[in-house]
């Protein structure tokens, strides 16, 4: 294993370690090289293609066809009798009886996973639940998932493809938390280690199977959390991070010390996860990307990349192609007699000015200039992304520093304020490990929801105490059970509000003991702040209530 490995070469003991923090692409990996577990979907009779249906978009503006493979394949896809209204009332009994035969049936089908994801689940998942009960019973080896314990709100396309996310990895998620556990313990290390989330919080191994879906973006997630806490350090609240590594660019904002965090995040096409996420906007822009000329003769680079093998032609690892590193290696932007592949190496540089010379004669330019033209058009791309990743949140780049970091970010990082007008960069004292450090920086985090899509004037007396309190528990058990050390907890209420009859929410801070009054005041001040005027006597309405339940570990002084 990589990590006991690279104990062992750098001479730690397990008795030296104070904690284990750990990110893993996995989760990534499996979804993007579609390589997760044969995973079956259990719904309601009418939706067994709701998972191809999805909102009916298409992946590109033009064209009229397009080819998307779901998670769970329709030969996987079953429907059971049973249903539920919006309110959670049974309108048809679950036919338990007709369920059991579909899990024989299933046995032979050498599932690995099954989902359930019953319509309206969210107002009352008893239907959900007794069918695990029936399931498990028929076959305890199964990892079975019910969509109401990952996501508990009222997007039916967005919980079912969230929970089709889940079960599609939690078996090779789990295996991966044994191995690691074994091996760790093998090695004399039998504390608990702490897994980063693509929300910015850790948890612990032990919940990693069941927390599956929310580490497909954890990497990403780590090198925000550590950045934005560097620049607090500095004196910055408002910062912009472009982690530039061998084959993409991530570009997030933090606002007043805290990354943006999504609720929805698209892994690819019609496959959502309603989960939140610090929002990372990503392109095919790296140090890896290939340099080539388009069928009009136009110089493009990326996104496709050289990756790490053969990697760039510098790194004499069998790359032909030239790419963005190589671009720098002919400018005498990076060091020549760098080893940067491991092997001891020094780089070719021989090569990569014959990569790039070859470019540049089909372009008309010199070596020189085909080389800054490569870094001209990737920089191009990245401070495209940026501007359009603020402005979409109305943000001005102008008044936000920028860290850069990743392997290549600080050696680009110069042109991107320049190009984009951010006065201020900050760089990382190790930018190529930012990663790591984001998972020793992070704490624990739970995040739990429910909708409740209720008018404010409306709600019951205790109705929104009573669901904020069961949220609050909930999380707090989830913290007791981690076992990880914390200093203390802190604990927030979100509300999704809107005006009655729009589509879209805003997020409002509230307290568990409001009343209607201070519900619909909070929620007019926000709405006013974030668009400049009210809605005058439009009632306002609660769609989800959320609970964010944090546990600080010991603070870690910057290296």
């Not at 008795?15 to 090289?33: K, M, Q, R, S, W």
């Not at 007008?421 to 739970?446: E, F, H, Q």
């Not at 006013?528 to 009632?539: H, M, T, W």
């Amino acid at each position: 294993m990589g990590l006991l490995h690279a104990l062992d070469k750098a001479g730690i003991k397990p008795d030296e370690l104070e904690a284990l923090l750990h990110g893993t692409t996995i989760a990534t990996n499996a979804v993007i090289e579609r390589k997760g577990a044969r995973c079956a979907l259990v719904t309601t009779k009418g939706f067994r293609d709701v998972l191809e249906l999805g909102r009916r978009d298409r992946p590109q503006m033009y064209g009229l066809e397009g080819v998307h493979e779901p998670l769970i394949a329709r030969d996987l896809r079953f429907e059971v009798t049973q249903r539920m209204d919006h309110e959670g009332r049974e309108l048809v009994a679950l036919d338990e009886a007709e369920l059991r035969a579909l899990g024989e049936a299933l046995k032979s089908l050498k599932v690995e996973s099954i989902v359930i994801a019953y319509m309206h689940a969210y107002a009352n998942p008893a239907h959900e639940e007794r069918s695990r009960d029936i399931l498990k019973a028929i076959h305890p080896e199964w990892e079975i998932v019910t969509a109401t314990s990952v996501v508990r709100e009222y997007y039916e396309f967005e919980r079912t493809s969230t929970a089709a996310v889940q079960g599609y990895l939690q078996p090779l998620v789990a295996r991966y938390a044994r191995n690691l556990a074994g091996k760790l313990k093998d090695w004399g290390y039998d504390r608990e280690v702490a897994i980063m989330q693509s929300n910015g919080g850790v948890a612990p191994l032990r919940q990693l199977a069941e927390r599956a879906a929310y580490i497909v973006r954890s990497g990403p997630a780590a090198g925000v959390t550590a950045a934005a806490r560097i620049a607090q350090e500095a004196g910055f609240t408002h910062v912009i991070t472009g982690d530039m590594g061998g084959t993409s660019f991530d570009v997030a904002a933090v606002v007043n010390g805290k990354p943006d965090v999504a609720e929805l995040t698209n892994l690819d096409f019609r496959i959502p996860l309603r989960l939140p996420m610090i929002d990372v906007h990503t392109i095919g822009a790296g140090g890896g990307s290939i340099a080539y000329l388009d069928r009009g003769g136009m110089l493009q680079v990326g996104p496709r990349s050289a990756g790490a093998v053969p990697g760039p032609v510098a790194y004499r690892r069998g790359g032909t192609e030239p790419t963005v590193t190589d671009a720098n290696v002919v400018l005498g932007r990076i060091n020549p007699e760098s080893r940067m592949n491991g092997d001891g190496n020094t780089l070719d540089v021989e090569g990569a000015r014959r990569a790039v010379s070859d470019l540049g004669a089909k372009l008309g330019l010199s070596m020189e200039q085909t080389a800054e033209a490569i870094l001209a058009v990737v920089n191009q791309r990245m401070a495209g992304r940026i501007r359009l990743m603020s402005i979409e949140r109305g943000l001005d780049p102008r008044d936000f520093a920028l860290v850069a970091f990743g392997g290549a970010g600080p050696l680009h990082g110069g042109a991107l304020i320049r190009e984009v007008g951010v006065s201020t960069m900050l760089v990382p004292l190790y930018p190529g490990v930012l990663c790591a450090l984001g998972c020793v920086y992070a704490d624990l985090r739970y995040d739990l929801s429910q909708t409740l899509e209720k008018r404010v004037d409306r709600l019951e007396a205790g109705e929104l105490t009573a669901i904020l309190k069961g949220q609050r528990e909930q999380g707090m058990a989830h913290l007791t059970n981690s076992q990880v050390p914390i200093d203390h907890h802190d604990i927030s209420h979100m509300a999704d509000m809107a005006y009655s009859g729009q589509i879209h929410t805003l997020a409002v801070p509230i307290e568990s003991q409001w009343d209607a009054k201070q519900l619909s005041e909070a929620f007019n001040q926000a709405y006013r702040e974030k668009f400049g005027n009210v809605l005058e006597g439009i009632a306002a309405v609660i769609v989800n209530l959320r609970t964010v339940v944090v546990g600080t570990r010991s603070a870690v002084a910057l290296p």
